[in-house]
């Protein structure tokens, strides 16, 4: 089941008045509208816990995040040849001198972002790898014990 009161907290335009996804929204994202969506679900208790990873869902989203990063770097780069045109025009103006120190800091945090968003996506695709590996480790390991008991 998908963590919406997460979403609810983070993404409250994805939800209407009554707490429930729009229909915007399900279009939009039908990985939170899905009922087996989760990433990770805990299984009922009663002999141990057991944890349910959904790799696709995983690669879904660090294929997500991999399109933020690109959208950082574009949307938040647009801005730069107009603040440069206005800080060289202004040149001698305290604000001319202002909005280049401002570009700065403004293009560092951009950066700062996209790597971040980068960072989460190649995590995200190794943790759907990682998922992926061990279920085909588990998988063979079996069909080598069925193998090896058929011989025995």
């Known amino acids: 089941m998908t963590d919406l009161e997460f979403e ?18 399900k279009k939009q994202f039908p990985d939170l509208a899905g009922a087996n969506a989760a990433p990770v679900s805990l299984g009922a208790t009663g002999g141990g816990q057991t944890v349910k990873a959904n790799p696709g869902v995983i690669q879904q989203a660090a294929q997500h995040a991999f399109a933020l990063r690109d959208a950082v770097k574009t949307e938040c780069g647009k801005p730069g040849e107009h603040v440069n045109a206005a800080a060289g025009a202004l040149k001698g103006w305290a604000v001319g001198g202002a909005l280049t120190a401002f570009w700065g800091t403004w293009t560092n945090q951009a950066d ?9 996506g190649t995590n995200l695709q190794a943790t759907a790898q990682g ?21 025995g």
Request: glycine share 14%; hydrophobic share 30%; net charge negative.
């Open 8 to 25: 609810r907290r983070m993404n409250p335009w994805l939800f209407d008045g009554n707490g429930n996804l729009t229909e915007e929204a």
């Open 112 to 120: 700062g972002l996209q790597s971040t968003v980068g960072d989460i």
């Open 131 to 151: 998922y992926t590996k061990t279920e085909a480790d588990i998988h063979a390991g079996f069909t080598q014990q069925g193998t090896q008991g058929a011989q």
